[in-house]
């Protein structure tokens, strides 16, 4: 597995399981994890071996986001049946998909910033495996072909507002679109060979107990079929996140502290404040 990060003062990183080095030593035409996405999706960034620079241990680098900017940000409702079942939801005949605002992202460590109790006093946190886009598409015809335009892979916490949307389901886009309310992991994964999904569980993990866990193999829509149904939508483009749905959520308050793990992805934490 290679990783693309970027250090809490924007400088671009490449990594592997053994550190990270800086981006352009490794491709001196980069700028930018951005400059690469579309190289992260083919399969060709450089191998560390091969790179002239020492390498940084992950616990002596201070992480941001993996991108300066994401693109259009995509959440998946109600993906895994157990799930559904506990909201008392019926299960969906398509994938059940909402956008985010840009300015909803956190990065790694959070913190997670409930709003106002007046405006909100039942927010969840929900752990989920991200998909990033590397390359433009559009109408993808089938699953096969979604591993060519896909960058990587990212664990993240995404927020909802539950009581805001016990109220009125038309009020989605609010309840999940607070700032901090999708706090995203600090490297993105990408896989040297295409990955076995169905095989990665999913776990939230509030104040150091697992509130849910479940196998990506349980999803109703799986990510590969998230990115093609969405490419015959609109036009795909580097940087865009499809957060693909959780296995549970959790209510949280001030003072937790919350964990997204994605096997074999990494995982993200942050404290909830007020």
Same mark, same amino acid.
């Given at each position: 597995m290679k990783y693309l990060a970027r250090t809490a003062d924007g400088r671009p990183?490449? $990594?592997?399981?053994?550190?990270?080095? &800086?981006?352009?030593?490794?491709?001196?035409?980069?700028? *930018?994890?951005?400059?690469?996405? @579309?190289?992260?999706?083919a399969g060709t960034l450089p191998d560390l071996e091969d790179v002239p620079a020492d390498r940084l241990e992950p616990d002596h680098v201070r992480f941001g986001p993996p991108l300066e900017r994401f693109g259009k940000l995509w959440g998946i409702g109600l993906n895994y049946e157990d799930h559904a079942g506990d909201l008392g939801e019926d299960r969906p005949e398509e994938p059940a998909s909402f956008m985010k605002p840009s300015t909803a992202v956190m990065g790694p460590g959070g913190p997670i910033r409930l709003p106002p109790a007046e405006q909100s006093d039942g927010v969840t946190a929900e752990a989920e495996l991200a998909v990033v886009i590397g390359r433009a598409c559009r109408d993808l015809e089938d699953e096969s072909t979604v591993d060519d335009v896909v960058a990587g892979y990212l664990p993240v916490i995404d927020m909802t507002a539950e009581d805001i949307l016990q109220r009125n389901p038309r009020f989605l886009t609010r309840a999940k679109s607070f700032d901090t309310f999708l706090v995203v992991g600090s490297a993105i994964a990408v896989p040297e060979a295409? +990955?076995?999904?169905?095989? +990665? @569980?999913?776990?939230?993990?509030?104040?150091?107990?697992? *509130?849910?866990?479940?196998?990506?193999?349980?999803?109703? =829509? &799986?990510?590969?079929?998230?990115?093609? =149904? %969405?490419?015959?939508?609109? *036009? +795909?483009?580097? $940087?865009? +996140? =499809?957060?693909?749905?959780? &296995? $549970?959520?959790?209510?949280?308050?001030?003072?937790? %502290?919350?964990? *997204?793990?994605v096997e074999r992805v990494g995982a993200v934490e942050a404290p909830v404040v007020r």
């Open positions: 990183l490449l $990594g592997d399981d053994e550190g990270y080095v &800086p981006l352009s030593a490794a491709v001196p035409d980069a700028n *930018a994890v951005e400059d690469v996405l @579309s190289r992260a999706a295409p +990955l076995d999904l169905e095989e +990665l @569980s999913v776990k939230t993990i509030v104040n150091d107990d697992v *509130a849910a866990e479940n196998e990506v193999r349980n999803m109703l =829509f &799986p990510p590969r079929e998230i990115v093609a =149904f %969405h490419s015959r939508v609109m *036009a +795909l483009e580097p $940087g865009d +996140l =499809f957060s693909t749905g959780t &296995p $549970g959520a959790e209510p949280i308050e001030p003072g937790d %502290h919350v964990r *997204a793990e």
